[in-house]
């Protein structure tokens, strides 16, 4: 019997992901080039590998159209705005047995400010809407590198953390819903041969469990190495 894989394991293994790819762009670049520099498929692919490895219960696909993203399972239709089902998901993954979608993950190279990635956390949002019945989206999680060229590198970081942590507060406000939730979650910082420092970090939605408590996400680190 193959053990469900909580949500949290699929986080950590989404910055496991993260981790390869700054390992093998340093491999490539021998340790020259910063790690803002790396290209943003390098990431996507190294957490889509890493994520399938990890939940063999699932199937993992890569640039999946947003219009298929909730689900038309049960017989229902899926019922996206126009502008929305234009778009791709970075990755999304599904239940093996069913094909249903569980989860949606964005993918985005270096952010120094989180305004940088709200338009993915609208959308992952947007997915999770549930007003549509058959919609097996359990929740998203915007996948994104911060890093800082300073010898103050992990102060800068910690910093930057605080300051994300604020502006999603005001998201929660302004661009919550009923029964979602919005964290962010920070990886371990790393310092690199380079130079700089970096951390991978995660803006998760997730729906409100109406039975059973939901996971904790207020612990803003967790460690993947």
Same mark, same amino acid.
């Given at each position: 019997m193959i053990?469900? #894989?909580p949500k949290q394991e699929l986080i950590r293994a989404a910055f496991h992901g993260m981790a390869?790819?700054?390992?093998?762009?340093?491999?490539?670049?021998s340790n020259t080039l910063h790690f803002c520099q790396a290209p943003e498929y390098l990431l996507t692919v190294n957490v889509a590998e890493t994520l399938n490895k990890s939940a063999p219960n699932h199937l993992t696909w890569l640039e999946f159209?947003?219009?298929? %993203?909730r689900s038309a399972a049960r017989g229902h239709q899926p019922a996206l705005e126009q502008h929305m089902s234009r778009g791709r998901c970075d990755i999304l993954m599904c239940w093996a047995s069913s094909k249903e979608p569980r989860a949606a993950f964005e993918i985005k190279r270096d952010v120094q400010t989180l305004?940088?990635?709200?338009?993915?956390?609208e959308? #992952?949002?947007?997915?999770?809407?549930?007003?549509?019945?058959g919609n097996t989206l359990q929740f998203g999680a915007v996948m994104f590198s911060t890093m800082a060229e300073s010898i103050h590198g992990r102060q800068v970081i910690k910093n930057r953390v605080e300051q994300f942590q604020k502006k999603l507060d005001g998201w929660r406000t302004t661009m919550g %819903?009923?029964?979602?939730?919005?964290? #962010?979650v920070c990886?371990? #910082?790393?310092?690199?041969?380079?130079?700089?420092?970096?951390?991978?970090m995660a803006v998760i939605a997730e729906r409100e469990r109406k039975n059973g408590p939901n996971h904790d996400w207020s612990a803003s680190t967790m460690s993947f190495g």
């Open positions: 053990k469900r #894989i390869m790819a700054e390992k093998k762009f340093s491999k490539m670049t159209q947003l219009s298929q %993203a305004s940088t990635v709200k338009t993915d956390v959308r #992952i949002l947007y997915l999770l809407n549930g007003g549509v019945d %819903a009923h029964n979602r939730r919005l964290n #962010i990886g371990d #910082i790393k310092k690199r041969r380079a130079g700089d420092y970096w951390a991978p």
